[in-house]
Structures are given as C-alpha cells and as structure tokens.
C-alpha cells in the first residue's frame, strides 16, 4: 500500500497570498496518476488537478500542480476567499487507491 | 450535467446489514468504473471498493474485504453496496465516486451517512 503524507497539516495564510501544499508518497506513484481535491464543510470532495498537473474541467487556473515520482506539490497563486479548506491527495495508480491525511488551509 | 445520488444509509446496530445505492444520470454508467469512499466523522477520506466498467471486476480495502460487496446495474445506471457484519468502526459518510481512467475521480455524489451503534 502507498502511504502519502502532506505536509504541512495547517497553513495559515492570508487572501492573496500563494499557498504550496506538499504531498509524498512512500513508493513511486504509478503512471505519476496523482490527484488533489478540495473539500469545504458539509460538500462532497472536489477534483483539482488530475496526473499530477492536469487541472480538472473548470478549476481556475490559479491552481497547478507539480512533481514525480514521490514527491508532490499543490500550488495557488494567489488565494481567494473560497480557496480556504482541506486539500487531499490520492494516488489513483495501483490498488488500494491510498489518500493523504489532508493539509488544512485556513485564513490567518 | 452530471449527477450521483446516494442513498440507504441509516442507523443500525453492530453486526447488522446494509445496502446503499448510488443512482447515477447526465453519463454512460456502464463506461466507467465506479468507487465508494467513506469519511469517518471529523476524519480523511478512505477508498472502500471499486468496480470496474463493463466486465465489473471488483477491488476492496483490506478493511471491508470479506464483509463489502460492491456491485452494478447497468441497465438500472444504479451503483451498490452491501454492509454486512458491520462494526461502530465503519461510520461514516459513504460517497460514490466516478473514475475516469487516467484521469481521476471527477465527480461525487453529496454522500449518505451510515451510523452503527448499540
């Protein structure tokens, strides 16, 4: 089973501010089929980045995602008010289809 | 668009039994493969099974192996999943989850929340 860890688990920043929120991974992530999600109280997870870099349908380009292998980054430019709320990442590579314990981004 | 909705979660004692559906539509069900996850309260999220599209190979967590049985209708656009010998441990909000090959998990539905309590 693939572990993935994010770092850090709180991240408190301001509006307009760029956030870097990392994700490794405790072997190689097959086919670098990595995704991020975002989740706000009371709602269903949403797909950001998709292969590791790949935004999904419709997420602003103020999202990218970077990196190989085992090592992982979620990147906004510049947050918006709607931005603050728990990010996970999940390796969709190899069964069991492992998520990371979530990074808690929250309005400083 | 489209939509996934949950549905039969409840509240039921320790060792008893349980079948959520996720109705699906605004897709061809029987093109993609299909996964539950679950949220324990105030936890991260775990995938729980996963079914593939047309033939229905099916995959599970070593936590519900032997106790989940995922299965599909395509013809009904219906996802299911049946609980059995369910533990205080399996409380959560289950969602269904559609995979695109290659792509990830791009859409979910709101989730149904199973509650198991003496």
């Known amino acids: 089973e693939i572990v993935l860890t994010q770092s850090p688990g709180t991240l408190s920043l301001s509006p307009g501010e760029r956030a870097t929120l990392s994700c490794r991974a405790s072997?190689?992530?097959?086919?670098?089929?990595l995704a991020w999600y975002h989740q706000k109280p009371g709602q269903a997870p949403r797909l950001l980045i998709h292969?590791?870099?790949s935004r999904a349908t419709g997420i602003p380009d103020r999202f990218s995602g970077s990196g190989s292998g085992t090592d992982f980054t979620l990147t906004i430019s510049r947050l918006e008010p709607e931005d603050f709320a728990v990010y996970y990442c999940?390796?969709?590579?190899?069964?069991?289809?492992?998520f990371g314990q979530g990074t808690k981004l929250e309005i400083k | 668009e489209v939509q996934l909705l949950e549905s039969g979660g409840g509240l039921l004692q320790p060792g008893g039994s349980l079948r959520l559906s996720c109705a699906a539509s605004?897709?061809?069900?029987?093109?993609?493969?299909m996964n539950w996850v679950r949220q324990a309260p105030g936890k991260g999220l775990e995938w729980v099974s996963g079914?593939?599209?047309?033939?229905?190979?099916?995959d599970y967590a070593d936590s519900v192996k032997g106790r989940f049985t995922i299965s599909r209708d395509n013809s009904k656009n219906t996802l299911y999943l049946q609980m059995n010998s369910l533990r205080a441990e399996d409380t959560a909000i289950y969602y269904c989850?559609?995979?695109?090959?290659?792509?990830?998990?791009?859409?979910w539905g709101q989730g149904t929340l199973v509650t198991v309590s003496s």
């Open positions: 605004g897709f061809t069900f029987s093109s993609y493969a």
């Open positions: 999940q390796q969709y590579g190899s069964s069991p289809y492992t």
């Open positions: 072997q190689s992530v097959s086919g670098n089929y």
């Open positions: 292969g590791a870099s």
């Open positions: 989850a559609q995979g695109v090959y290659g792509s990830g998990w791009p859409n």
């Open positions: 079914i593939t599209d047309n033939d229905g190979v099916t």
